[in-house]
């Protein structure tokens, strides 16, 4: 059997991506490792590999011997006696060649198996590192909200202070705890999203579903973008595998043609022969042994002539299969790299927001300083702040799957 050597480590650095968070590479790396090794839909997928493996062992045989044994009711005379029974033997054999066009049939077959092994593992990495990216964007969240419902009731005691002196009213305060409020329940609802995330990934690593899934503190956006060697898609595990399976359709015709040949047979047949009562001369009850050749000729080939046109019609679905897939691939490599560089300019611009929003909170409490804050003004900048910061968590995770996705593709 082969086996599949992937470098995980350079799957998961995404390039550039993950240099300054080795942390993070180690944590993700044993989560993909643990994901490969008890995945059961790449054991399945390993069992088929070998059971097709192992039909090569099957194929390699030729027809069933035939034995057979005759009794005769009524014996025949002959001059050398009256024939008792008969025993025979017979043995076909295929034309030169055939068994082992049959073998390499089976073992294109299982080429092509194959892939289907290399593409699992590789769809499951890229879909741990996809889980575990979602876990991590979850976690920051409630993180942020966390800090803003701090600072919420920071601006709180504020505003009680300003209620006391009538430089606020009530209505302010109760504002403020309404969004403290609709702040919690948001925590609270990430909360459940990320119990669900970790058993989705939990079960990709085919453990128990309560298992705690500890992800990195934070992840930063590379400075720069990793190179896309756009070549590599060709080799895709996706694609090879229609090669392989245009290969067999190869192997498949070159059986059909040993298979269209004519068979030889050996035989032998053994009569016995029982003695003529009162008679002496040299052959009486001499058995009789008679070797045989026969060959078997497909007069009618018509079966042949229709599996050679099928195989031709097969090789032809498979190369447009092939373009259709390659198709496919290089939209989605293209629509994972726009996403990337969307990702990276819009977390520049919530990096920009964010400053210009902590301008806006600063002046707000320099405001508060010299006895006057419009607390509404507080709301709006901190619904703001809040909305800069999501958008940045998202825009990191966002880059960090795309770049799974092109690894998933190009790697």
């Not at 030169?96 to 066009?101: D, V």
């Not at 060709?234 to 067999?248: T, V």
Request: net charge negative.
């Amino acid at each position: 059997m082969k086996y599949i050597k992937i470098n995980i480590k350079f799957v998961l650095a995404l390039g550039s991506c993950l240099l300054s968070l080795i942390v993070n590479a180690q944590q993700l790396e044993v989560l993909i490792d643990e994901a490969l090794t008890n995945n059961p839909e790449i054991q399945k997928f390993e069992l088929q590999y070998k059971r097709a493996s192992e039909k090569v062992n099957e194929v390699n045989t030729i027809p069933n011997t035939e034995f057979g044994v005759g009794y005769f009711v009524s014996e025949p005379e002959t001059r050398t006696g009256a024939q008792r029974f008969k025993v025979s033997a017979k043995q076909m054999l295929p034309w030169f060649g055939t068994i082992t066009s049959r073998e390499s049939y089976v073992s294109s077959l299982a080429d092509a198996k194959y892939e289907d092994i290399v593409i699992a593992k590789r769809k499951l990495m890229a879909s741990v590192s996809q889980s575990y990216y979602n876990l991590y964007a979850n976690k920051a969240k409630q993180e942020v909200l966390t800090e803003n419902i701090k600072l919420l009731e920071t601006y709180e005691t504020l505003a009680l202070t300003s209620v006391e002196v009538d430089k606020a009213s009530a209505v302010d305060v109760l504002r403020l705890q309404m969004r403290q409020n609709e702040m919690q329940q948001l925590k609270d609802v990430l909360q459940q999203q990320f119990l669900a995330e970790q058993t989705n990934l939990n079960n990709l690593l085919n453990r128990e579903n309560d298992i705690a899934v500890t992800v990195v503190e934070s992840l930063i956006m590379p400075s720069e973008d990793f190179e896309i060697t756009t070549e590599n898609l060709a080799l895709h595990p996706e694609l090879l595998k229609y090669n392989k399976l245009y290969q067999s359709i190869e192997q498949s015709e070159l059986l059909n043609q040993k298979e269209s040949s004519p068979m030889i047979g050996f035989g032998l047949d053994y009569i016995n022969v029982s003695k003529r009562p009162n008679m002496n001369f040299s052959d009486n009850g001499k058995d009789i042994v008679m070797p045989m050749v026969s060959v078997s000729i497909p007069i009618f080939n018509k079966k042949y002539k229709s599996q050679t046109k099928q195989n031709e019609l097969e090789q032809q679905e498979i190369t447009v299969q092939k373009q259709e897939r390659l198709n496919t691939l290089e939209t989605v490599l293209s629509k994972a790299i726009n996403e990337r560089i969307s990702a990276r300019i819009s977390y520049a611009t919530q990096i920009k927001n964010l400053n210009q929003a902590k301008d806006a909170e600063d002046i707000l409490i320099k405001s508060y300083e010299t006895g006057t804050i419009d607390f509404n003004d507080v709301l709006d900048i901190q619904e703001l702040q809040l909305k800069f910061q999501m958008n940045q968590i998202e825009s990191v995770k966002s880059y960090y799957v795309q770049s799974a996705i092109i690894n998933y593709l190009i790697q």
